[in-house]
């Protein structure tokens, strides 16, 4: 059983443009999460899955900000007319929401650095 | 206020000892799940060790144990026998119960620096 994996892991590019992160759960995780984590801070949740619906989203969510799990698998989260401040470290996890403890388990992450 | 928190930026640690990383977390839940993960410099986030605010026994995962005070809302981690890969940021989670949601409220971590 594979982990989570993320796409792609780093990103440059320039204020105002898009861009697009992709994030693989682990098979059979029907329960999928995205964080961002800044410098020296810990990592704050911005949205949430069960399945292909979003159930609950941050107010960090910015309108600026999508994100999408259209199959109930993958999950892509994009950033619109990106700024400095969204420069930070973007976390997919995944569980299985079947254990008492529903473990999160994360992936290795995308560096987004905005110019 | 902060719902975790971690007052340690940094510990230092000799290799083969002990260390406990201290954590404290604020919930008026009754229900509640308590993380630790570690963070190596590559990014990713490694889940240690589970304590559900029910368990009566102190969560034990080989090296890592949970010092678990529920009336004095702590959540210690305790590494034994401290190896030079351990070196990492270390962060406590919540998960709270009631009001169903699942996001987890991470504290701002403890950088941890094993020394040979």
């Known amino acids: 059983d594979t982990g989570v994996s993320q796409d792609p892991r780093h990103k440059i590019t320039k204020r105002g443009q898009n861009v697009t992160f992709r994030c693989d759960p682990i098979s059979e995780h029907n329960r999928l999460y995205w964080y961002r984590q800044t410098l020296g801070q810990g990592p704050e949740f911005l949205t949430y899955f069960q399945n292909e619906a979003q159930l609950e989203k941050s107010r960090l969510l910015s309108d600026r900000f999508s994100a999408e799990r259209p199959k109930g698998s993958f999950s892509t989260l994009e950033i619109q007319r990106t700024e400095q401040g969204d420069s930070a470290m973007y976390l997919c996890a995944s569980s299985s929401g079947r254990d008492l403890t529903d473990t999160q388990y994360f992936g290795p992450g995308t560096r987004l650095t905005v110019l | 206020a902060q719902k975790i928190t971690q007052t340690q930026p940094g510990m230092f640690v000799q290799e083969k000892e002990a260390v406990t990383l201290d954590c404290t977390y604020d919930?008026?839940?009754?229900?509640?799940?308590l993380f630790w993960y570690k963070q190596p410099s590559s990014g990713e986030m490694i889940f240690l060790i589970y304590?559900?605010?029910?368990?009566?026994q102190n969560a034990t995962e080989g090296r890592y144990s949970l010092n678990f005070q529920k009336a004095r809302k702590s959540a210690n981690l305790v590494i034994s026998a401290s190896q030079l890969g351990d070196s990492a940021m270390y962060f406590c989670a919540m998960r709270e119960g009631s009001t169903g949601a699942n996001n987890l409220f991470f504290g701002t971590g403890t950088r941890l620096t094993v020394i040979p």
């Open positions: 919930t008026s839940d009754q229900s509640y799940g």
């Open positions: 304590q559900g605010s029910y368990d009566e």
